[in-house]
């Protein structure tokens, strides 16, 4: 019934140390069950479910369709999201479940809008993802950066005072911003001027879309929103000139193959263009988008793309070094080291 496991019986199996990056993972969808009842049970918030119901209420069920649908089950954890000690931990425990996955370079994102109220800053929600990726860079050696979410829905000055805030945090952690949430809904239009704010700064810049809507919304991000990399951007492959686009900018795919099929924005995981991209010479990389929700992690989504999609090792590893020279990092030595430990592994193979 839960359509999530696209693995055949004997599949070809990734090593088990490749090392791998992830730039495409947001702390929302990231919230360990344990974690969720642990700090619903804290914060005294009543639950409108069992606790042994939590897996049916946060993780995708297979009755999903849309990437509303998606985004809904994400949001069940916006509930314990709301103070620093949670955000903390559950970003702490984002780049710990990433390190035991073999990650060696994760760039999580967050919508601190959303969990920010009266008793906790923007600034206050920001710092406590920082000091749990902070927390886990020193305790397992995973290197990290924060991305900051503007969601779609929210207001468009809202997300301009995140921009500017953005700004303040480009040298204490935070790499990038992104823009998420409701892709049919609400035009990146609306949020044009807080990426105007982001162009003038050191801070990276990707973009959802091309997910739930069509490729029109991957050409509008690079060139209006001036993204360098694209959440997804699977409907780009409808487009010549998108695809022409993307390689003659050498924009970056951030691709998510089972949040794809859990969205609705590809029919089945055999009709996922991820190849094709591949093959026509465009950059990716492979994210897990939610991991708890879409129960996935890095290597399940390499292990597909070696099993569905007949990538090769050696392919694998090309994507870690892309995902590495695309990151949002500034610091050239430690994306040289990065390079080097993923470059050290083509003797396996
Ligand atoms: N798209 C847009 N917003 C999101 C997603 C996604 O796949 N996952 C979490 N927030
Ligand atoms: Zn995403």
Redesign the pocket.
């Known amino acids: 019934m839960i359509n999530t496991v696209f693995i055949p019986p004997n599949p070809k199996k990734i090593h088990k140390d490749m090392p791998k990056c992830n730039l495409h993972t947001?702390l929302?969808?990231s919230v360990r069950p344990e974690t969720f009842l642990a700090l619903a049970d804290k914060q005294k918030v009543k639950l409108p479910f069992n606790k042994n119901q939590i897996l049916d209420f946060i993780q995708v069920s297979g009755v999903e369709k849309t990437?509303v649908d998606y985004?809904n089950k994400?949001m069940i954890n916006y509930q314990v999201l709301k103070d620093y000690q949670a955000l903390k931990q559950v970003a702490y425990e984002a780049a710990e479940d990433a390190h035991k996955d073999g990650v060696i370079y994760i760039e999580l994102r967050a919508g601190p809008l959303t969990h920010s109220h009266d008793d906790l800053s923007i600034e206050a929600c920001i710092e406590a993802m920082l000091d749990g990726l902070q927390e886990a860079q020193t305790k397992f050696g995973i290197i990290t950066g924060l991305i900051l979410s503007g969601l779609r829905n929210h207001e468009t000055n809202k997300n301009i005072i995140l921009a500017k805030i953005a700004k303040k945090y480009q040298d204490k952690g935070v790499v990038g911003f992104d823009l998420?949430?409701d892709?049919v809904g609400y035009s990146a239009e609306l949020h044009q001027e807080a990426f105007t704010i982001i162009r003038d700064s050191d801070l990276g810049i990707t973009v959802?879309a091309g997910?739930a809507a069509g490729y029109e919304n991957v050409q509008y991000a690079i060139n209006n929103l001036n993204a360098s990399r694209i959440?997804?951007g699977v409907k780009s492959i409808e487009s010549k000139s998108t695809m022409e686009l993307i390689k003659e900018r050498k924009i970056l795919l951030e691709i998510c193959p089972t949040?794809n099929i859990h969205?609705g924005t590809v029919e089945s995981i055999e009709s996922h263009p991820v190849k094709e991209f591949f093959d026509s010479g465009i950059e990716i990389s492979i994210g897990d988008?939610?991991p708890i929700t879409s129960r996935t992690k890095v290597s399940n989504e390499l292990t597909l793309l070696l099993n569905t999609f007949g990538f090769s090792n050696n392919e694998l590893l090309k994507i870690q070094l892309s995902s590495v020279d695309h990151s949002f990092l500034k610091d050239d030595l430690i994306k040289h080291q990065l390079k080097e430990k993923i470059q050290e592994f083509e003797q396996f193979f």
Request: net charge negative.
């Open positions: 947001h929302e969808g990437l985004l994400i998420a949430g892709e959802h997910e959440g997804h949040s969205t988008d939610d």
